[in-house]
């Protein structure tokens, strides 16, 4: 089984991005010899060539376009998941309004969502006609 570092993959997409080993160095903090390593172990993990080299430019195989699609989404989860959980958890208490049509056919599931990801944020939820809620509202009865 092989684990795919999401440093490795940023060490790519940088790559990918500037065309060159030095310039991707630069952006993730390693030396172009280090970038050029970590795209070699990468290759040899997928078992395909990434990237075309010469003494020029470095440019993306068909391959290297295919894996970048795949790297840039795993980077993107990685980064959506820690901002999750790094983000400070809500609390407080919330006045929440809604039309009575509404809340019977989607409030349920809406504030049972709600609740699991924001369970220190205390919900007082009053269902009613729109024009009541919108007074409630402007009188600031409502968040």
């Known amino acids: ?4 570092d999401t440093a490795v993959l940023r060490t790519f997409l940088a790559l990918a991005e500037t065309g060159s080993f030095s310039r991707a160095g630069a952006l993730v903090g390693r030396s172009q010899s280090a970038v050029s390593e970590q795209i070699r172990k990468l290759e040899e993990m997928c078992g395909r060539v990434l990237v075309e080299r010469t003494t020029r430019r470095v440019q993306l195989t068909t391959q290297g376009e295919q894996f970048l699609q795949h790297a840039r989404a795993m980077v993107a989860q990685a980064d959506a998941m820690l901002a999750r959980f790094r983000a400070p958890d809500l609390e407080g ?8 049509d509404f809340a019977s056919a989607y409030l349920p599931d809406i504030l049972a969502a709600f609740a699991v990801a924001h369970p220190a944020v205390e919900l007082h939820v009053t ?11 402007e009188a600031g009865a409502q968040d």
Do not use: N
């Open 127 to 137: 269902c009613q006609l729109t024009l009541p809620l919108v007074e409630e509202f």
């Open 93 to 100: 208490e919330v006045r929440f309004g809604s039309p009575e």
């Open 1 to 4: 089984m092989h684990d795919v």
